[in-house]
């Protein structure tokens, strides 16, 4: 099974940045796809941002701000947060898809202050 854990999370004033990193372990095959979703209160989780073999994407709210990354070895990933918002606040989880099942973090709580 694949663990993953999350670290970076934190409160910051609107403008600021941060940068979310995700840990993943026990994977018997090969990683091609990593993400970040985010689960503000009252509302849905959402995609934040992903990156795969067949490149990056970014939900429109977030593009330009937020960028992904990952290590030569696929295991960990990177979500570099720049000019938050308040409306960025939320539980943010890492994702990995291996062999059609999707593993997810316990996530890390980000708060944009206003």
């Known amino acids: 099974q694949v663990q993953l854990v999350e670290s970076g999370g934190g409160l910051v004033q609107a403008g600021g940045s941060l940068r979310l990193s995700c840990a993943a372990s026990g994977s018997r095959f090969s990683i091609n796809a990593m993400g970040w979703y985010r689960q503000a209160p009252g509302k849905q989780r959402e995609s934040v941002a992903t990156?795969?073999?067949?490149?990056?994407y970014y939900a429109d709210s977030v593009k330009g701000r937020f960028t992904i990354s990952w290590t030569n070895a696929r295991n960990m990933v990177y979500l570099q947060m720049n000019s938050l918002k308040p409306e960025d606040t939320a539980v943010y989880s890492c994702w990995v898809p291996v062999r059609g099942m999707d593993y997810w973090g316990k996530g890390t709580l980000v708060t944009v202050s206003s």
């Open positions: 990156i795969s073999s067949q490149g990056t």
